[in-house]
């Protein structure tokens, strides 16, 4: 079992459209947990983080679960420009705190 | 600007021909660390430093070297590369601690033929 979970996608969706993308992580001892976006191949760049008590910046809303060992973002009113991959990133509390990547899904907003 | 930079960024070679990806970051980071991307893979992490001369394998280490003599510097060494190490790299770096955003480098296409 992979310790980062994500379904790869794509997802296709209409411009105006909200979109959940769900993750699960393994190591019930992970300590922080981030949405990380890609575009085409380029660098990861930091999303937000994703906090025990929910968090939400303009558009995008991330929960997290820790019973469940599950994270959540969900995107509002999709833009054309929210096309990309969305990883999502666990840190473990050994190896000085090893970010671990689940595969990323794809999302592709339509006109 | 604070950045994290790699060299090259593209690259074609052939089997066993010895190369080293550089990577530099500018934000005095303690950790660094380098990272390999392939299809419905993700990245895995290959080596991590957490400081200088402090180096250890990731996940998927094999056939791969790296070096911490400076802060700044975090090489990547490929001492014979085999086809199977064709992939996106990229070099990563946060300060020390828990919960520090991590700069990622633009990344290296790296072919072995």
């Known amino acids: 079992r992979k310790e980062v979970e994500q379904d790869p996608g794509p997802f296709n969706v209409p411009e105006g459209a909200t979109v959940a993308f769900n993750c699960t992580y393994s190591?019930?001892?992970?300590?922080?947990f981030f949405w990380y976006r890609q575009d085409c191949r380029k660098e990861p760049k930091l999303l937000m983080s994703?906090?025990?008590s929910g968090n939400e910046d303009g558009r995008f809303t991330a929960q997290l679960n820790r019973a469940s060992q599950y994270i959540s973002l969900l995107i509002r009113d999709s833009k054309l420009s929210d096309s990309a991959t969305y990883l999502c990133?666990?840190?473990?509390?050994?190896?000085?705190?090893?970010?671990?990547f689940g595969q990323g899904t794809e999302l592709s907003v339509k006109p | 600007e604070a950045q994290v930079t790699q060299n090259p960024r593209y690259l074609i070679t052939v089997t066993g021909k010895k190369l080293t990806v550089t990577c530099s970051q500018n934000?005095?980071?303690?950790?660094m660390s380098w990272y390999r991307q392939d299809p419905g893979l993700g990245l895995r992490q290959i080596y991590y430093?957490?400081?200088?001369?402090?180096?250890d394998k990731g996940d998927v280490p094999e056939g791969y070297k790296v070096s911490r003599k400076e802060k700044r510097n975090f090489p990547l060494i490929l001492e014979s590369p085999s086809p199977n190490q064709t992939s996106l790299y990229f070099c990563?770096?946060?300060?020390?601690?828990?919960?520090?955003?991590?700069?990622f480098g633009e990344g290296s296409w790296l072919t072995v033929v």
């Open positions: 990563a770096s946060r300060l020390q601690g828990s919960g520090n955003t991590i700069y």
């Open positions: 190591n019930s001892a992970s300590q922080s």
């Open positions: 994703v906090y025990s």
């Open positions: 990133v666990v840190k473990g509390d050994n190896q000085g705190g090893k970010l671990i």
């Open positions: 934000m005095n980071h303690e950790y």
């Open positions: 430093s957490m400081n200088v001369e402090v180096t």
